[in-house]
């Protein structure tokens, strides 16, 4: 079993069993909704722990990828129907570890599930091409092949679907597994890998390590028998990932922050975009990182649009995300909430107008947790801090613009390119957007966040590694071409 149910601890998976670290230390998972009751408490593994997986998923690696394509989505299919089967325990804790709302984890869980589905599916797709040969006498042809052992550090803010966006295609393209989730949510990673485990996946294809990340996310990028590393995650720690990984010639994934633009042009659907900014900067409490970041409004329009944001936010419900009426969750984490509260602060400092909300909750119930009130500011300027950095909270930085052009010069002008979003009814504006913005996703009369399992989904400069994730593209990460030539 996962947890030792007397004491609530829940136990690494390595080579097939669940065991304790070899530190024997414990870190406590809270509840961030109310830290009087925590969730749980997680292995604060050691580097010989993290070895003993890195072993485990290396001597799989061989008879995982000897497996056909449709016998290992055969395991696939079973654990998505597993993972349904557990919907609610697993929605449930995970609105527990990081305040989102029990309708978005249920969301978050179905996504899961049909990712699952999809890469299952995968397996009975091509993995190669014929080529021409300039030799009559020859044939040539492409196939692909696993990378072997591959590190996935997945972080606490979508802890069921990004973790499973890596892995599914990690496995059905024959690779193997060592898994470090986030300390935050990391039960109810655990909880997704008791789905695997009952599917009956050969030992040691699939391995949990739970700890820090200076440890084992480190370790991860470090080891020697780790062939590539996904991780999402900051930048800072991302780019320090990539830089060991490409010192010893490993495969790298990152996909990191961003810092997401919403225009809102002259013509726009005023309604439509108001209720589109609201769910993008505001639902999980603003902790995605697609999440409506900056506001940019042309002039024509800017007071209306104003004025109907603020009074459409006024609306939120905030409280724990459990209770069927509460729209606004916590913030995750002690350490994020004075993120949030250090980034308002900065604001005002700097000259932004506060014009709705800024402030922490304290009073009653909200005194158990992490609770900030949804923030919006105008009168920002592109250079300002709360204009340049991730927040990773519920602030919206409104600003005014006198074109489309403007308007698109100050979306770009960050270091981020992750998503942005732009609503007009222009056809000839919406083509110049998409031609011009500079962003892995860009999306028209929709919101910021959000992206299709079947699509692509990563950023532009800063924001990624310039990889791919989901859908097809994740082959190009997860496996590697191999060219063979063949004569008679």
Not at 13 to 23: A, C, D, L, R, T
Not at 91 to 109: F, Q, Y
Not at 246 to 269: C, F, H, S, T
Not at 399 to 425: H, P, Q, R, Y
């Amino acid at each position: 079993m996962a947890t030792n149910v007397t004491t609530n601890v829940y136990r690494n998976f390595i080579n097939g069993k669940w065991q304790e670290s070899e530190s024997a230390e414990h870190i406590t998972v809270s509840n961030p909704a109310d830290t009087s009751t925590p969730v749980g408490q997680i292995q604060s593994s050691t580097s010989a722990d993290l070895d003993a997986a890195v072993e485990a998923a290396h001597a799989a690696r061989k008879e995982w990828r000897s497996l056909s394509g449709a016998a290992r989505g055969e395991f696939l299919y079973r654990a998505a129907a597993i993972l349904e089967e557990r919907t609610e325990e697993i929605a449930e804790t995970a609105t527990k570890e990081m305040g989102k709302t029990l309708p978005e984890a249920r969301g978050e869980t179905q996504r899961g599930i049909a990712i699952l589905k999809y890469y299952a599916a995968e397996g009975m797709r091509k993995t190669g091409d014929v080529i021409p040969s300039t030799d009559p006498g020859a044939f040539m042809y492409t196939t692909r092949v696993p990378l072997g052992v591959v590190g996935v550090i997945a972080p606490w803010n979508f802890p069921v679907a990004i973790p499973i966006w890596k892995m599914a295609p990690a496995l059905i393209y024959g690779n193997t597994i060592v898994f470090k989730p986030a300390s935050e949510t990391a039960i109810t990673a655990i909880k997704i890998i008791e789905c695997f485990e009952a599917a009956g996946f050969p030992k040691g294809v699939i391995n949990l390590v739970t700890g820090a990340g200076s440890v084992i996310g480190k370790g991860l990028a470090e080891h020697p028998k780790v062939n590539g590393i996904t991780f999402t995650g900051s930048n800072n720690v991302g780019k320090g990932i990539g830089l060991t990984a490409l010192e010893r010639g490993a495969k790298y994934q990152l996909e990191m922050g961003g810092k997401n633009p919403v225009i809102v042009a002259a013509d726009a659907d005023i309604v439509q975009a108001v209720n589109a900014t609201i769910s993008g900067a505001f639902r999980s409490t603003g902790q995605k990182c697609t999440a409506t970041s900056r506001v940019i409004v042309e002039a024509p329009i800017y007071d209306a649009f104003r004025d109907k944001l603020i009074e459409k936010t006024k609306e939120i419900t905030i409280g724990n995300s459990l209770e069927q009426d509460v729209w606004l969750g916590p913030i995750a984490s002690k350490a994020q909430l004075d993120n949030c509260l250090h980034y308002i602060q900065k604001g005002i400092e700097e000259g932004a107008k506060l014009i709705l909300g800024g402030e922490q909750l304290t009073d009653g119930d909200y005194a158990k947790g992490f609770y900030v009130q949804p923030t919006i500011f105008e009168d920002v300027t592109n250079d300002m801090v709360i204009a340049q950095e991730e927040i990773f909270g519920p602030v919206i930085a409104l600003i005014k613009v006198d074109s489309e052009e403007k308007a698109i010069d100050v979306a770009n002008d960050v270091k981020f390119g992750l998503s942005a979003s732009i609503f007009t009814k222009n056809i000839s504006r919406f083509l110049q957007f998409v031609e011009d913005m500079e962003a892995g996703l860009v999306r028209v009369n929709a919101e910021s966040a959000g992206v299709e399992l079947q699509a692509p989904f990563g950023g532009m400069k800063q924001s990624s590694s310039h990889s791919r994730e989901q859908g097809e593209a994740a082959k190009e990460f997860f496996t590697s071409i191999k060219t063979v030539f063949v004569k008679g």
